[in-house]
Nanobody, 125 residues
């Protein structure tokens, strides 16, 4: 059974870079036709797809966040990482890493695919 676990600081100061790591167990992030996503949910709002790294190593980004987002992976550790630069209070929320067998940017629901438990990120000075 594939499991994902997010890790990283829960508190970030404005203008700094948020860095989160997702550790995957029970499956390989290099598996062909696998997609490893970062999704966030601001307080009181819906799920927002941020980007993904495919099993092939290709990366995909939300157009609205592309200029500030970088997703990378370490296959030796079976981890993938999100970096979000120049954060503002609007970037606060719960951040999830999600494993999926298909590429999609919308229609995410917690009942499908494999989700980490989520990590709360607060942006404050």
């Amino acid at each position: 059974q594939v499991q994902l676990q997010e890790s990283g600081p829960g508190l970030v100061r404005p203008s700094q870079t948020l860095s989160l790591t997702c550790t995957v167990s029970g499956g390989s992030i290099s598996t062909w036709y696998s997609y490893w996503n970062w999704i966030r949910q601001p307080p009181g709002k819906g799920l927002e797809w941020m980007g993904a790294v495919a099993g092939s190593g290709s990366t995909y980004y939300s157009p609205s966040l592309k200029s500030r987002t970088s997703i990378s992976r370490d296959t030796s550790k079976n981890q993938f990482t999100l970096q979000l630069s120049s954060v503002t209070p609007e970037d606060a929320g719960v951040y999830y890493c999600v494993g999926s067998g298909t590429y999609k940017t919308t229609g995410w629901v917690r009942e499908y695919d494999t989700w980490g438990q989520g990590t709360q990120v607060t942006v404050t000075s």
